[in-house]
């Protein structure tokens, strides 16, 4: 009955992220506990009341560029565009092209991945993020920087995160910068 469900959330995840989740396959086959934990804590993952939704989705994004060289971008990207985001700016954060972001989006962009990448910028960004958005902008960026580690981290340690891939964005690759250095 379990292994049921498990099958048909992963199968769900598939449809939505456009992604393959074997490695949740793999997770359940080794512990079904861990499975059913992160499946709840990901049922979590997202929520955003203070930012509008481009800005948490740029901040989503510019945060797993710092994790990930691909697949979990790949995913951001996807959950971006059926939110509505628009591919133009979902192009320039998932490609770092931050010239042609918004202020705002550029803010949470810098932000987001100061934050990830434990840059010391972040100390000067975040008064500033906190005026725009106030405590709750700054909570839900910083709430997002975190649950975007789980996912990358997880794939690297179960193996399934070995190699980089293209974006694509609305059918087109977008040629991602290199990550920059942690």
């Known amino acids: 009955m379990f292994g049921f469900i498990a099958r048909r959330l992963i199968a ?6 456009g992604q393959s989740a074997n490695y949740m396959r793999d997770i359940y086959a080794g512990s079904p506990g861990v499975f059913w934990r992160f499946a709840f804590a990901s049922s979590l993952y997202h929520y955003s009341k203070a930012l509008p939704p481009e800005v948490y989705s740029v ?5 797993v560029r710092a994790e990930d060289c691909g697949p979990c971008v790949q995913i951001s990207v996807n959950l ?9 700016v979902i192009r320039a ?5 931050i ?3 918004s202020d705002d989006n550029r803010l949470a ?7 990830a990448t434990r840059d010391i910028a972040a100390e000067g960004l975040r008064p500033e993020v906190e005026r725009r958005w106030g405590k709750a902008g700054l909570a839900e960026i910083a709430f997002v920087v975190a649950n975007t580690r789980s996912y ?11 190699s980089c891939q293209r ?3 609305g059918g087109e690759t977008a040629i991602a910068r290199p990550r920059e250095a942690a």
Request: glycine share 8%; net charge neutral; aromatic share 6%.
């Open 152 to 162: 990358p981290t997880l794939k690297r340690a179960m193996g399934y995160a070995q």
């Open 59 to 63: 901040a989503g994004i510019a945060a």
């Open 109 to 115: 962009y810098e932000f987001a991945h100061a934050v």
């Open 93 to 97: 954060a998932a490609t770092g092209a």
């Open 99 to 101: 010239e042609d972001l």
């Open 12 to 17: 769900m995840q598939e449809k939505l992220t």
């Open 80 to 88: 971006s565009l059926k939110a509505g985001i628009s591919p133009a």
């Open 167 to 169: 974006v694509v964005i």
